[in-house]
């Protein structure tokens, strides 16, 4: 048991290490193409990149990624995936794809990491603040506007113990508003290797990420955003083999968190 916690020392000294070595190419990469790239394409390529290595890199995490032809270049969506680990985040960036995240205030302070978020203009979020929660619905409207899908974790939080929670519908009322497309993502496994509470690498686990069919506007374009909600979730609920149980009602803030 103690080669765990110190795997995992091994493992987070490597992320703080190769992100300092990595930034610096990011803000390059910047530099280069921000000036003809309007939407950071490359940017996030990189970025996809630079946590992929974390997995890739990794012999303990067997990441399986299907469906990835489900996205249609060129269509802008809103991305909705269940949370049940920080290690969400890094799996979600091996589809290669392009999207911003919508991610708490706080990883925006993260030395290096954070700062590469900034860079990508990913757009941040202060939970329980109102005129916050404004800010993000405005700044992921303009974003939908501008031709980048937006990748949201709806449940708003990691799971505390890998079931899916509620949905707060601010991912469905962009997708609403915006007239786009809803991609359903289907994350597996990464609460096994990595609670929600703690840092300690759980071992070898096997993990995916299934990108679902796309659930065209024309489909949900008279539902209310709270419907949407129900529908979407319950569609995750069958997916990850969960009981069909009524779910008690999310609060009305509607957000969604990077980790």
Request: charge should be positive.
């Amino acid at each position: 048991m103690l080669l765990r916690p110190i795997y995992s020392t091994l493992f987070w000294a490597f992320i703080v290490v190769s992100s300092l070595l990595l930034f610096p190419v990011a803000v390059l990469v910047w530099l280069v193409t921000a000036p003809f790239d309007r939407r950071l394409r490359a940017q996030h390529q990189f970025t996809c990149f630079w946590a992929s290595l974390y997995t890739w890199l990794n012999p303990a995490w067997r990441v399986r990624v299907q469906g990835v032809e489900h996205v249609r270049p060129g269509v802008t969506y809103v991305m909705v995936a269940n949370h049940q680990s920080l290690l969400d985040i890094l799996v979600l960036f091996r589809l290669f794809v392009h999207f911003k995240w919508v991610a708490k205030a706080e990883l925006f302070r993260i030395v290096c990491v954070g700062w590469n978020m900034s860079l990508n203009r990913y757009i941040r979020l202060r939970r329980g603040d109102p005129g916050s929660i404004k800010q993000m619905m405005d700044d992921a409207e303009r974003t939908l506007a501008e031709g980048s899908s937006l990748m949201i974790f709806p449940e708003g939080t990691r799971s505390p113990d890998g079931h899916l929670k509620a949905f707060k519908h601010g991912a469905f009322t962009l997708a609403l508003r915006g007239r786009v497309p809803l991609l359903p993502i289907v994350v597996e496994g990464t609460s096994n290797a990595l609670p929600k509470r703690g840092f300690i690498l759980q071992g070898q686990h096997a993990i995916s990420v299934r990108v679902l069919p796309e659930i065209p506007y024309a489909t949900f374009a008279g539902e209310s955003a709270e419907a949407l909600t129900d529908r979407i979730h319950a569609l995750f609920r069958r997916e990850l083999g969960e009981p069909d149980a009524p779910e008690s009602p999310a609060p009305a803030a509607a957000h969604g968190e990077r980790a």
